[in-house]
């Protein structure tokens, strides 16, 4: 069984970075699509970086302050963040499936979830 585990969250002043990391042991990241999302309190999931499938060009263009990097050789996926804002704060989810060649949106093809990791940003 894949199990994720991210890392890096924490609290952030408005305006600073952060770099999440997912990593997994047993099991190469490679063979799986690699996805993001978020959940603020009180609303639901978000993806990040991701798509709807209709189109190869990301529909979340309001992320272009996230990037995802890609190590194969540490076997990690991660989400670099800059300039965040208040409204970045959530718990942050990485999320894999071996089936998706695509990163979703829909929160409901993606099999497995990490455990999240809390970004806070004060206002």
């Known amino acids: 069984q894949l199990r994720l585990v991210e890392s890096g969250g924490g609290l952030v002043q408005p305006g600073g970075s952060l770099r999440l990391s997912c990593t997994a042991s047993?099991?190469?990241?490679?063979?799986?699509?690699i996805g993001w999302f978020r959940q603020a309190p009180g609303k639901e999931r978000e993806g990040i970086l991701c798509?709807?499938?209709?189109?190869?060009v990301d529909v979340d263009a309001a992320k272009s302050r996230f990037t995802l990097i890609k190590d194969s050789a540490k076997n990690t996926r991660y989400l670099q963040m800059r300039d965040l804002e208040p409204e970045d704060t959530a718990v942050y989810y990485c999320?894999?499936?071996?089936?998706?060649?695509?990163?979703?949106?829909?929160?409901?093809?993606?099999?497995?979830w990490g455990q999240g990791t809390q970004v806070t940003v004060p206002s």
């Open positions: 999320v894999a499936d071996f089936y998706l060649n695509y990163r979703s949106c829909d929160a409901n093809e993606w099999y497995y």
């Open positions: 798509s709807t499938g209709d189109s190869a």
């Open positions: 047993g099991y190469n990241l490679d063979h799986y699509t």
